[in-house]
């Protein structure tokens, strides 16, 4: 919290003959703050997945455009130390970012002194006042001279602090930040070979711009019907029957709310979002899944979405340890069920589970999930055969004050989203089937 002056300080204050800084270090964090989550999305989403973009391009194409394009964005991804523009302009960022924190520093310990010295002012006015029927005018005198001392001490170190500030940030950094930055804007355009009709081109990237930026825009949709659905216990246990065996329930931290306007800032972390998902696309394959999700959740329709939940089986460890784990206990359960009933042909359900994803593509695409199973139970002898579908259900949505475990995106952003009325959390759902034929004990 910034440092203020108190009531009671201010008559003591005024006495010592500077003024209060007005800089509010709180304010000067969050700027450097700001600075710096702007310069980490620089190094760690935007620059790599712009370099994955025009080295796609460069590997399945040919001829000189696409040579001056390497040529050109080279000057911007060089691979030495901070050489390439987009490099240097994180630094750039970082090097404001720490500025920002170190004049907050300065503010605050200047504020702090002045603190010190306004509450000697106030202690040697109650000292001179209350030694003013002893001492007659002697306690006034001497009161005087300390608040001269006090008086000199504050404006020397307004103006030794607001010295070194100028040095630390106004000069050294400043300069520093603005020969990096003159380096960008100094960058030359392509200039493209064998182009004859150079305005044309203009106007055909104008045009796919545009068009691109259309196709990309958030879509107002109708509030969903829906909000929190509190569940129903099931447990792993099986019982006679088919159909799901429980009702589950799910939260919705950021629900559509008509009177939340989206401001400037929600565009940007709009295209900004669907920027980062085409160019994953582009460079991600390992996350189709999880892009195909997050990408049905920003066309905002809210219909059920079907995931290969075999191939999740087979890619991922942890959901494949809970299937294995599920269909070992219908085994004991239709065991169960058989010696208790004495039924040899029969319909279970049950064997609900929380199952967790391991891998960052299926942790975006279902991440942790409730697993639950119905199955076909034979018994003949001492032998059974099943069959058993193992389900899969979430709700795709996001959770308020989460990250992602792979990036540290906050949840807060995308759920922006849904407030707003342009996308919608929706159930997704899979399954896979198995046959197994074991000897009653």
């Known amino acids: 919290m910034a440092l203020t002056l108190p009531a009671h300080l201010q008559s003591p204050f005024s006495l010592l003959g500077v003024e209060w800084p007005q800089e509010d270090e709180d304010h000067l964090r969050a700027c450097g703050a700001a ?12 620059n790599p997945a712009a370099d994955g973009a025009i080295k796609h391009a460069a590997t399945n194409n040919s001829g000189d455009h696409i040579d001056e394009l390497n040529a050109y964005w080279a000057d911007y991804q060089d691979e030495g130390d901070q050489a390439g523009h987009l490099k240097s302009l994180a630094a750039s960022l970082h090097a404001l970012a720490d500025g ?50 006090l008086r000199a001490f504050a404006r020397k170190a307004v103006a030794t602090l607001r010295r070194r500030l100028e040095q630390a940030f106004g000069r050294k950094l400043i300069r520093a ?8 804007l100094g960058a030359k355009a392509p200039t493209f070979v064998s182009v004859p009709n150079r305005s044309k081109l203009v106007r055909t990237s104008l045009l796919a711009t545009s068009a691109l930026l259309v196709a990309e825009a958030p879509a107002q949709h109708s509030p969903p019907p829906m909000g929190p659905r509190d569940g129903i216990p099931g447990g792993e246990g099986y019982r006679f029957g088919s159909g799901q065996p429980q009702v589950f329930g799910y939260d919705h931290h950021f629900p559509y709310d008509p009177d939340v306007k989206p401001t400037p800032g929600d565009y940007l972390s709009w295209y900004a979002w669907r920027a980062r998902l085409r160019g994953a696309q582009l460079i991600r394959p390992d996350l189709k899944d999880g892009l195909a999700a997050y990408e049905h959740y920003a066309a905002g329709s809210g219909t059920d979405f079907e995931i290969d939940y075999e191939r999740a089986y087979t890619e991922d460890r942890g959901i494949r340890e809970k299937v294995d784990q599920g269909i070992q ?12 009933s004495g039924r040899t042909d029969f319909q279970m359900t049950g064997g609900v589970l929380h199952t ?8 975006k695409t ?8 119905n199955a076909d139970v034979k018994v003949s002898g001492n032998q059974a055969t099943m069959t058993i579908t193992i389900h899969a259900e979430e709700r795709y949505n996001f959770n308020k004050g989460e990250t992602d475990a792979a990036t540290g995106a ?12 342009w996308a919608r959390s929706y159930r997704s759902h899979g399954a896979l089937t198995r046959t197994v034929t074991w000897t009653i004990p």
């Open 100 to 149: 920002h924190d170190l004049f907050a520093r300065i503010v605050e310990i200047l504020k702090g002194v002045l603190l010190v010295l306004a509450t000697y002012v106030l202690f040697a006015l109650v000292w001179a006042a209350s030694a003013a029927v002893v001492s007659g005018g002697l306690a006034a005198i001497k009161a005087r001279g300390t608040i001269t001392v």
């Open 410 to 421: 906050a949840d807060d952003d995308n759920g922006r989203f849904e407030t707003l009325g």
């Open 329 to 340: 206990t219908a085994k004991d359960e239709a065991v169960r069920l058989y010696r208790e």
């Open 177 to 184: 930040v603005e020969t990096r930055l003159r380096r960008i």
């Open 366 to 373: 279902l991440g942790g999930h409730v697993q639950w199973g």
């Open 35 to 46: 600075l710096r989550t702007c310069a980490t999305s620089l190094t760690n989403e935007v």
């Open 356 to 363: 967790a994803a391991e891998t960052e593509n299926w942790d």
